[in-house]
C-alpha cells in the first residue's frame, strides 16, 4: 500500500511543479521555472522509480501461511525422459484455476526452486508480508555421474525484472534494515510415470507431497 501511495503523490507534486515552471517561463521568471521543472522532473522520476519497484515486487507473492504453489503430474516418454505438467494455483499466477505449463524433463527426479524474502516485524506492521517468487524446474539424476555428464532440463518460471527486489535486497542488505531473511528454497522429489504431487510453500520454504498411489509408490523406496 505505501508504495502506491508513494507513486501517486511524486507523480501529482511532479506535475504540479511542472505547470508551475510553465507558468513561470510564461511570466518570464526564468530562475523560478528552472527550479519548478527540476523539482517537477525529479519527482516525476522518482514516481518512475517507485513503479518499477512495485513491478518488481508484483513478481513475488504475498505469503502469510502455508499456500499452495500448484500441482504437477508426470508421464514417461522414455528412459529418464518425462512429460510434466504443471498447474499453478490462482494466487501463484493470479489468474484463473488451471493455468498449466508443459515441460519436458530428462532425469530420475524433478525440483522446483523458489525465492523467499521476509520482513522484519515492524515492516510486517506497515503491511510487508513475507514474499516468494518460483524461479525454475529442472530435472536432476540420481546418479552422480549422469548428472556429470546426462543432457540436463532447467527452466525458467518467472521473467527477468527490471528492477530485481532480491538482488537489490541482497546488495544494499546493510542499508536495508527492514529486511530480516533472504534464501533460496528447492523441493525435490522422483518422477514416476502417473505420479501428481501437491507443491506448497510456506516462509520456511518449499514443500512436495505425493498425491496418488504412483508418487507415494516413487517415494516410498526412494534412496
Not at 522518482?46 to 504437477?72: C, N, P, T
Not at 521476509?118 to 546418479?143: C, H, I, P, Q
Amino acid at each position: 500500500m505505501i508504495i502506491p501511495v508513494a507513486i501517486i503523490v511524486c507523480a501529482l507534486l511532479g506535475v504540479v511543479f511542472v505547470l508551475a515552471a510553465l507558468r513561470s517561463f510564461w511570466r518570464h521568471r526564468a530562475l523560478a521555472g528552472i527550479a519548478n521543472a527540476t523539482a517537477g522532473v525529479l519527482l516525476l522520476a522518482l514516481a518512475a522509480v517507485f513503479a518499477l519497484l512495485a513491478a518488481g515486487l508484483h513478481s513475488y507473492h504475498r505469503l502469510s501461511a502455508e499456500q499452495d504453489v500448484g500441482e504437477i503430474a508426470f508421464s514417461a516418454l522414455g528412459p529418464q525422459s518425462f512429460r510434466a505438467s504443471l498447474l499453478y494455483s490462482p494466487l501463484t499466477k493470479g489468474a484463473e484455476a488451471g493455468t498449466e505449463e508443459i515441460f519436458a524433463l530428462r532425469g530420475d527426479e524433478w525440483q522446483i526452486d523458489a525465492r523467499v524474502l521476509k520482513w522484519r516485524a515492524f515492516a510486517n506492521v506497515l503491511g510487508f508480508d513475507t514474499l516468494y517468487r518460483l524461479e525454475r524446474l529442472s530435472g536432476r539424476y540420481r546418479s552422480i555421474e549422469d548428472e556429470r555428464t546426462a543432457p540436463r532440463t532447467v527452466y525458467e518460471l518467472t521473467p527477468p525484472q527490471v528492477i530485481d527486489i532480491w538482488l537489490l535486497a541482497r546488495r544494499y542488505r546493510e542499508r536495508v534494515p527492514w529486511v530480516d531473511a533472504l534464501y533460496g528454497s528447492a523441493a525435490y522429489l522422483p518422477m514416476a510415470d502417473g505420479a501428481r504431487y501437491a507443491i506448497s510453500v510456506s516462509a520456511s520454504g518449499l514443500v512436495a507431497r505425493p498425491l496418488n498411489q504412483e508418487a507415494r509408490d516413487a517415494t516410498g523406496g526412494w534412496r
